[in-house]
């Protein structure tokens, strides 16, 4: 069965499903597929939603909360430290996961930061000073010398 998935590398608008298996713990479906116009294989993911949330920014502005925005900026922190794409995708599982049961359905990005702070604190300390250096806006040295201290002192 063909389906309606444009093809990242060439384009096209059919391709078909080569393989289908479980994945993030039974959360999403993991396709691979191959185009039926250039023949390329890449993979596809259905997740479940339970409910659109929207991200209150801190300007104020509201947008729906992106999942990919949330694996950019981790993938940006464990960047060459050898961390698996699996825990990444467990990490964002239940960040998700911990929105969602709020039961809110508007959350104020400082939330989010601070369950990406928390997961990367237990999963990695590099991961987790670089994410916060842009989360918490480090413009100095100091900045870092000061959470540094803190870090040590935990």
Do not use: W
Request: net charge positive; glycine share 4%.
């Amino acid at each position: 069965m063909a389906d309606k998935i444009a093809c990242p590398y060439c384009g096209h608008k059919s391709s078909y499903v080569k393989d289908t298996r479980e994945s993030e713990e039974n959360h999403a479906i993991r396709r691979r597929r191959v185009c039926e116009g250039c023949g390329s294989r890449y993979t596809t993911y259905e997740r479940i939603q339970q409910r659109d949330l929207i991200v209150i920014k801190k300007n104020g502005q509201r947008e729906s909360l992106d999942r990919e925005k949330i694996f950019k900026s981790i993938s940006l922190a464990v960047r060459k430290r050898n961390i698996e794409q699996d825990k990444i995708d467990k990490i964002i599982n239940a960040i998700l996961r911990k929105l969602e049961d709020s039961g809110e359905s508007e959350v104020h990005s400082d939330l989010i930061g601070q369950h990406i702070m928390e997961a990367l604190s237990n999963l990695d300390k590099v991961a987790y000073v670089r994410f916060a250096s842009v989360y918490k806006d480090f413009t100095a040295t100091k900045d870092f010398e000061d959470f540094l201290g803190n870090l040590d002192s935990k």
